[in-house]
């Protein structure tokens, strides 16, 4: 069946780079997400990434795709107090999201 | 352009009692899915609506409804609450209906039965 996993935390201090990484299991999946959740709030669309794509950068965000291991990753670069929330990968099954647990990101001064 | 709005904010409901959560899609989208996303968990898919039309369905029972109208705006009828139903519960909107359209999700509704 489908599945979407990521690791739990990741703890980073202010201006390091933080990666958050994600398996999937659905081959067939188009587009894959990357959405952030700030505590008490909805879900803000962060990027995303097409399958035929390895990488997409943009501005601060570069996301990795190893569609032959069904791996996706976020880099954040120089990783900011207000990134701390939780980040969700999560794939497209014909028109129905697909969420992992979550990744909470705690970011040290 | 005015995002994906949801309310109320927060409800607090008993066991056996009904609920209504209300939803407006972003400006020129026509799809609107909802998800339940319980604490400490990602969201689950609940059900889809393209054009006024169930358009998938999630693993819920049936006491979980939905209608859409003709401006595209939602709501999600949960009848028979029970305390496993505490919840955030987010609406997405997207463009076309497509299979692969990117979903905005509005601020969510925190309800809470007990």
């Known amino acids: 069946g489908e599945d979407v996993e990521q690791s739990l935390f990741l703890s980073v201090r202010e201006g390091d780079s933080s990666v958050i990484n994600c398996t999937y299991t659905d081959s067939s999946s188009t587009y894959l997400y990357w959405y952030k959740q700030e505590p008490g709030a909805g879900l803000q669309l962060l990027t995303y990434i097409f399958s035929n794509m390895d990488m997409k950068q943009d501005q601060r965000l570069t996301v990795l795709l190893n569609k032959k291991d069904k791996h996706l990753s976020l880099r954040i670069a120089d990783t900011q107090t207000g990134d701390s929330a939780i980040y969700f990968c999560a794939e497209n099954d014909k028109g129905k999201l697909i969420f992992g647990q979550g990744t909470e990101l705690s970011v040290k001064p | 352009e005015t995002g994906v709005t949801q309310s109320p904010t927060h409800l607090i409901k008993t066991r056996g009692q009904q609920v209504t959560l209300r939803c407006s899609s972003q400006s020129g989208h026509n799809t609107v899915s909802w998800y339940q996303q319980a604490l400490g968990q990602g969201p689950q898919f609940i059900f889809q609506y393209y054009r006024e039309e169930e358009n998938g369905r999630g693993n819920f029972p049936p006491r979980f409804s939905g209608l859409q109208f003709p401006n595209y705006s939602s709501e999600l009828n949960v009848n028979a609450l029970e305390l496993d139903d505490s919840a955030l519960y987010l609406c997405?909107?997207?463009?076309?209906?497509?299979?692969?359209?990117?979903?905005?999700f509005g601020p969510g509704t925190r309800l809470t039965v007990l």
């Open positions: 997405a909107s997207s463009g076309q209906g497509g299979k692969r359209d990117t979903q905005y």
